[in-house]
């Protein structure tokens, strides 16, 4: 399924141990021959980005002496933007070839090779918000998804937010199942489920989740929820339409999208959700 999720922005980050550690090999080796900031300046990459900055601005709320802590923050594109409106900014990233894209910026954030599980480098209560946008894309298990949401609770102020990303399963089994054709294949080789419920394997880098999944790991994390949202709604599904649109019908585009982006029916169908919690 590694193909299903080429949009994806930012780095996994799993335990040390051997079995954990070879997936991190794998997912450095695609990160390494990624143009992530290609990606981001794509136009279906642009819906996600313009909308998650648009929600990140509205937590923030102007105050710059917010600190924020990105984690996984691939080569930069929220980290080094945020920091240039004059935010203190801490990235973390594990892939060496998107952090030194990041340092490459000459910005001022500080930006540190880390891991989403074990953020013991901060003290509890360090900053106002923290960006999760890439972990949880492959973290696979409970355990795993939980341990990265605690880690964030613990180095977030009592009156701060966290900002978390997911890759969705619906958009997993209609673009790679249906659209690609392997509906068959994933279903004989357990892929995906009878009731049509993704079950990648750690070779294919990706986990994908449902609300109802989201819902859990925070209720798990001890974790509140101020809004969720679609940052991408159907943008992914819609890629050759997007390019082909000149600039003043992409810009109508944008506002739809930004008028129904937090519409509940429509939450969990596109391909990623971006969930807003706090402690």
């Known amino acids: ?59 923030l709320k102007g105050d710059k002496a917010k600190k924020i802590l990105d984690i996984g923050a691939g080569t930069g594109r929220y980290a080094v933007a945020l920091s240039d409106e004059g935010y203190d900014v801490t990235a973390i ?35 106002d918000c923290v960006l999760l946008f890439g972990p949880m894309y492959h973290l696979f298990t409970i355990d795993e998804k939980v341990k990265a949401l605690q880690e964030a609770k613990r180095v977030i102020k009592k009156s701060g937010v966290i900002l978390v990303a997911y890759c969705m399963n619906d958009y997993a089994v209609i673009t790679f199942g249906f659209k690609e054709n392997k509906i068959k294949e994933c279903l004989e080789d357990g892929r995906i ?26 209720h798990l994390a001890g974790l509140h929820r ?23 019908t992409f810009d109508l585009y944008i506002q739809y999208h930004l008028l129904n982006c937090e519409r509940l029916d429509l939450i969990g169908a596109g391909s990623h959700t971006l969930d807003i919690v706090y402690k």
């Open 193 to 218: 489920t009878s009731n049509f419920k993704t079950v990648p394997k750690e070779q294919d880098l990706y986990s994908y989740v449902t609300l109802v999944d989201i819902d859990q790991f925070n």
């Open 1 to 59: 399924m590694q193909r299903v999720l080429e949009f994806v922005d930012n780095i996994v980050y799993n335990d040390v141990e051997k079995k954990q550690g070879d997936n991190m090999s794998k997912i450095e080796n695609y990160y390494n021959k990624f143009n992530e900031e290609k990606r981001l300046l794509s136009r279906h990459g642009q819906v996600e980005y313009i909308t998650s900055m648009k929600y990140i601005h509205e937590v």
């Open 226 to 248: 101020h809004k969720i949202i679609s940052p991408d709604g159907h943008s992914d599904f819609m890629r050759p339409t997007l390019n082909q649109m000149d600039d003043e």
């Open 93 to 127: 990233e594990l892939v060496k070839s998107n952090l030194g894209v990041l340092k490459a910026k000459k910005s001022s954030v500080k930006a540190y090779q880390g891991n989403a599980l074990d953020l013991s480098r901060f003290q509890d209560d360090s900053f």
